[in-house]
């Protein structure tokens, strides 16, 4: 690998880590997924009340925060996949891979309704129509996105958890040996 390569390589690591770090990753990684943990709640708030009455006069400001919303979403999509060969490395089809992943898919289908709205925005048809409002529950799947968020987490923790008693086990055990030295010796001295 020449230094440009190594270079890309470290940068597609770091990106990587800050996608999938959780919360219990490095400081960029817990900030990238608090980010997206409130803008999943906000998108579900907005799309709930969007569709009230009393919040009609700021229809506008909610498609702006859908958009930038969808935009983010979207560029995480775009960074999965740009860092599939070092998520999945060793696989044949990387990119291929991350594409059929389930999070992946969840993603994707949950942006859907906006890309497929922009597309079909002019089109008059009912049945075209009723079809998009439903996409919009798509959406939804955002909320698989905050337990993967909080499975991470909780695996992290876990594997901390096994690391520290192991730890201990192996601490209390060289005490266990000290101690069994200690008494050896003693009974040696008495003889």
Known sequence: MSGKEIKHRELKEKVLEVLEGG?????????FSIVLIVLIVLSMVFMIIADMERFKPYEEA????ETITIGIFTLELILGFWTA???????????LRYLTDF?????????????????????QLSEVSEFFEMLKLL?????????????HAAKERKA???????????????????ETGKT?????KEQ
């Open 62 to 65: 909610f498609e702006i925060i």
């Open 139 to 151: 959406k939804l799947l955002h909320l698989l996105k905050i337990g993967e968020i909080g499975l």
């Open 184 to 188: 050896e010796k003693s009974e040696e």
């Open 23 to 31: 919360l219990r990753g490095s400081t960029a990684a817990r900030i």
């Open 85 to 95: 060969d070092v998520r999945f490395e060793g696989h044949r089809h990387p990119r």
């Open 103 to 123: 999070m992946t898919i969840v993603q994707i289908l949950a942006i859907l309704p906006f890309y497929l709205g922009l597309i079909l925005q002019n089109t």
């Open 160 to 178: 901390e958890k096994a690391e520290e008693r192991a730890a201990a086990s192996a601490e209390n055990a060289e005490k266990t040996e000290e």
